[in-house]
């Protein structure tokens, strides 16, 4: 599978599953902006059937290459991002585990029955990131208590394997040319900014500029009926050159740390 092919099916999923993620594109494109997509995020469990590595198979097949871990003790997650070999345009790959064991009973029995319902021709397969929820009907009751716990978890047990965010590129927008622009742009026609940390996450001097609006909040099928939970969200990075001259590739723990909040549950105004 071609990395076009994969990004486009990504890309299909993850804005029919969140109508509000085409509406902010298209305000861009509308503004005469050129999108290019810096990066895709994923999250996953450390089961062995279903961890990082597992999840970047295809990845790696479409030439990708691993580059770089991240830790994040106070979430119990661990990372790695993934870059193309040869285009340096290709948008990064970021795929994010919850360290279970660092979690209760309760959610490691959970995350091990959701990995035991999965079939095995899909684990074997490069279709399981495209897969979802692949467990079936969620419990509202397991979500909640899961919440309690690690929001990462919940969202997780919801959505499945899927592309938790897509994210523009500021260093291609001609208009909105800074994060702040950007920001203010979004505030202006109604979005809601990932504030946890402050509205932009990193710093020139780190090389690396972040914000996120809150994922929007959509209805949800669960056993005991229809609710409404966090979704996916849109990102927005603006990467900024090295000693070299070469725009910093990488991600910063501490601000990625935050972007993890834009999946946080709250009530809509």
């Not at 109508?19 to 509308?30: C, E, G, H, R, T």
């Not at 309760?106 to 495209?130: C, H, M, R």
């Not at 209805?219 to 990467?239: I, K, L, N, T």
């Amino acid at each position: 599978m071609t990395k076009e092919v994969l990004f486009g099916k990504l890309w299909e999923i993850y804005t029919a599953q969140n109508p509000s993620v085409k509406k902010v594109y298209n305000l861009f494109v509308n503004e005469g902006e050129t999108i290019e997509n810096d990066h895709i995020a994923f999250r996953t469990f450390d089961d062995p059937r279903i961890n990082i590595e597992v999840l970047a198979k295809p990845f790696l097949m479409a030439g990708y290459e691993e580059k770089g871990d991240y830790h994040f003790e106070a979430k119990k997650l661990y990372a790695k991002h993934y870059e193309h070999k040869t285009d340096q345009k290709a948008p990064r790959v970021f795929i994010s585990q919850l360290k279970t064991a660092e979690f209760s009973s309760f959610l490691q029995d959970t995350v091990k029955a959701l990995a035991d319902k999965i079939d095995g021709d899909l684990l074997n397969s490069n279709e399981l990131i495209f897969s979802g929820n692949t467990w079936g009907l969620p419990s509202f009751e397991v979500y909640r208590q899961l919440r309690d716990e690690s929001e990462y978890a919940a969202w997780l047990y919801v959505y499945g394997f899927c592309a938790n965010h897509f994210t523009v590129s500021v260093n291609y927008l001609k208009k909105l040319n800074s994060v702040e622009k950007v920001n203010e742009f979004l505030k202006k026609n109604g979005y809601l900014i990932n504030d946890s940390g402050g509205e932009i996450k990193g710093t020139p001097q780190e090389l690396l500029e972040q914000s996120s609006i809150k994922s929007e909040i959509v209805a949800v099928d669960f056993e005991e009926g229809s609710f409404e939970v966090p979704g996916c969200y849109y990102e927005f990075a603006r990467r900024y050159p090295d000693s070299t001259g070469k725009l910093y590739p990488g991600f910063i723990a501490k601000s990625a740390d935050k972007i993890f909040e834009s999946t946080d549950f709250y009530r809509k105004e």
